[in-house]
């Protein structure tokens, strides 16, 4: 199996094309700096031609038999399981994700198109009762036509096959905007996959250009019915503002400040090591990864200790060699902004307890004690491998400090009463929570889904395929009707 190539291209209604504008995008290993591809930028011609050929597309696709389309995305998923060392390289060279994260990010991935294959036979519609004698009132489940994705960095080809194995699935046609640190991962190796498992020209669309010319456009463009972002909460909410101007419907999954509690009965080190995974998993770049660690007084010490131990035996350096584990993070201008937060909230009477040194865009795993709610590292999304602790004293005040930010996306809690645990749990304001878990769980056919400001609509299972369709009411009168006029 020859690997692929020409992922510098646009991809658009079947063909790989360079784009027209004279400005370049170049993807960079954010490890070394070495150029990994360069593009000739897509303007406003190729975003048009992009719409114009998924709208085509979209009037044989929508009427494509459910098993066709099964078909082509059980394909698509063996052919991603044939090439995943291939993508995971991608992921360690273009993201900065290490060995594992690569392999855990191909793997959902697939998960996510095998339980989209089941959507073409779930699209059910409904026979309702009717208050109108010899009525028969229908309701049918139909594709919105064509869905524009914009997709993340952080985790390129699961997040965006979190959007398009569905879009497909439910029989509509996509234009995918990959974010410019990733247009490989996000983008046009995922075109090259579903090439490659047969699906028609027009179907999947690729344009990779600069926000500043094409970024607004892609949103307010006349064709796409949806859009579905993941990203930060403050260009969430300009894309929020500029479909809703276009009355689209829009999925919306932004950022998080997550909290991981630990409870005064919680056995410590399942907690410990449940942190760990949950915060340094991808150097902490993951919008479900754990922001603030709340932690009871009474085990306070015992949990910092222990954390701080299992910090220091993390292996820093080069994605690329599988005992990493933590790689760099995106560029150097993250590790520059969390940085400043480290300082600041240390100048606000933080503790560091381990790291904050930098290499390049590599930030060595840190470890903050006595921290407040209000100092910079817990009231901004870190993103990046550094763990907050901040101390309460009971659930009361647990509540107040897990609830008083305004993000909502996931969390986790230790303890060893697990009803209680559910009980605490569900007044969390948070749209995911696991119980004796950490906070980074996403499963294909739950529904995934922030509150607040991080977030709106839902991806996963039945939720995804109410999101990615539309319904229309018909009704049959089969004997005539008495009208009072």
């Known amino acids: 199996m020859e690997r692929y190539n020409n992922l510098n291209k646009q991809y658009i209604n079947g063909h790989w094309k360079d784009g027209s504008e004279d400005d370049h995008i170049q993807d960079i290993n954010p490890f070394d700096n070495s150029v990994l591809l360069e593009f000739k930028c897509a303007g406003l011609g190729e975003l048009n031609e992009a719409y114009e050929a998924a709208h085509q597309a979209a009037k044989t696709w929508s009427a494509t038999l459910p098993q066709e389309r099964r078909d082509i995305l059980l394909k698509a998923a063996a052919i991603l399981e044939a090439r995943k060392d291939e993508f995971a390289e991608w992921i360690a060279k273009e993201a900065g994700g290490a060995h594992a994260k690569g392999e855990v990010e191909v793997m959902l991935a697939r ?27 229908r309701v049918y489940r139909k594709p919105l036509g064509v869905i524009g994705i914009i997709s993340p960095w952080n985790f390129p080809v699961h997040l965006s096959m979190r959007s398009i194995a569905p879009a497909l699935a439910c029989g509509n046609t996509i234009v995918v905007k990959p974010a410019s640190q990733t247009p490989a991962t996000g983008g046009t190796l995922l075109a ?47 894309i929020g503002k500029l479909a809703g101007e276009g009355l689209k419907k829009v999925a919306l999954e932004l950022g998080g400040n997550n909290v991981f509690i630990v409870l005064e009965d919680a056995d410590i080190d399942q907690a410990v090591a449940g942190g760990m995974m949950g915060k340094f998993m991808h150097q902490g770049q993951i919008c479900m990864a754990v922001n603030r660690f709340l932690v009871h007084e009474k085990v306070y010490d015992e949990f910092r200790d222990k954390l701080v131990a299992r910090t220091k035996e993390l ?54 004690s006595q921290v407040r709610n209000d100092m910079p590292i817990a009231q901004n999304e870190i993103f990046g491998p550094v763990a907050a602790l901040i101390p309460f004293k009971d659930d009361e005040e647990m509540l107040r400090l897990a609830n008083e930010l305004n993000f909502g996306l996931s969390g986790a809690l230790h303890t060893r009463n697990v009803e209680r645990g559910v009980q605490l749990a569900r007044q969390v304001e948070t749209g995911m929570i696991h119980v004796n878990d950490q906070s980074v769980n996403d499963e294909p056919n739950a529904p995934f889904g922030g509150e607040k400001e991080s977030g709106m609509g839902r991806f996963g299972g039945e939720w995804v395929i109410e999101e990615m369709t539309r319904v229309q009411w018909v009704t049959v009168q089969h004997t005539p009707r008495e009208y009072p006029i």
């Open 111 to 137: 998960e996510v198109i095998l339980e989209a294959s089941s959507f073409p036979s779930r699209m059910h519609g409904q026979i309702l009762a009717s208050s109108t004698p010899g009525k028969e009132s």
């Open 315 to 368: 292996k820093v350096g080069d994605p690329l060699q599988r005992e990493t584990d933590i790689g760099p993070l995106i560029d150097e201008k993250q590790v520059k902004r969390i940085q400043k937060d480290v300082e600041e909230s240390i100048a606000q009477g933080a503790k560091l307890e381990f790291g904050g040194q930098a290499e390049g865009a590599v930030l060595y795993p840190t470890v903050l």
């Open 192 to 238: 090259k996959l579903f090439e490659e498992a047969g699906l028609p020209a027009g179907v999947f669309n690729v344009v990779v250009g600069k926000s500043s010319v094409i970024g607004d456009p892609f949103v307010q463009h006349p064709t796409p019915k949806m859009i579905s972002f993941t990203g930060s909460t403050p260009v969430g909410q300009n």
